[in-house]
């Protein structure tokens, strides 16, 4: 019995030191958050208030995505839910489904998504909506609109006015 109590508060122990293990992993750019391979990240203070990006990618999720995988991520019966999906999908491979879309068959059912590469309001957030996206899948907000958000970062609008010229 003491073995099991034992092995419980190490349990705990690391189970509380993970989110602060992780936040120590990502790096800020120009009010991006990166994790140490650069992959794009949220970051999501005490209070609750996101950043520009993750804030940027409920909106964009919300605009586009929504339709078929659901309010919040959570899919339908027409799309799966992508806060579930993004727990085993890698940063690479959301890049490359939402740009050239994908199609599925299995013996009881055909799925197919669009591809949104020439979607300028989905290419030019793919980052914002992987980081929405991630944030929900790892339980870090809540469902529905971010509260409070930080401000748009001046590199942000710049980015955007390049994708949309280009």
């Known amino acids: 019995m003491q073995r099991k109590k034992l092995a419980v508060a190490v349990l705990l122990a690391a189970m509380t030191a993970m989110p602060a293990f ?6 800020q750019e120009d009010g991006k958050y990166l ?3 650069d992959v794009p990240t949220y970051n999501v203070k ?3 208030t996101v950043d520009w990006y993750t804030y940027s990618g409920f909106r964009r999720y919300h605009s586009e995505c929504h339709v078929c995988h659901g309010p ?17 999908t890698e940063y690479a ?10 199609e599925k068959i299995t013996a009881s059912q055909v799925s197919k998504m669009p591809g949104f590469g ?3 309001n989905v290419s030019c957030y793919m980052d914002d909506i992987y980081v ?5 899948a790892d339980g870090a907000i809540p469902r529905g609109r971010p509260k409070k958000r930080d401000a748009k970062p001046a590199t942000a609008k710049a980015y955007e006015e390049e994708c949309y010229e280009g």
């Open 22 to 27: 992780a936040a120590e992993e990502k790096h």
């Open 118 to 120: 020439d979607n300028k």
């Open 93 to 102: 491979d959301f890049l490359y489904i939402v740009a050239a879309g994908r």
């Open 46 to 48: 005490e209070d609750g």
């Open 72 to 88: 919040d991520g959570l899919g339908s019966s027409y799309a799966p839910a992508l806060a579930d999906t993004m727990k085993t």
């Open 132 to 136: 929405y996206l991630m944030a929900r």
């Open 35 to 37: 994790t140490k391979d």
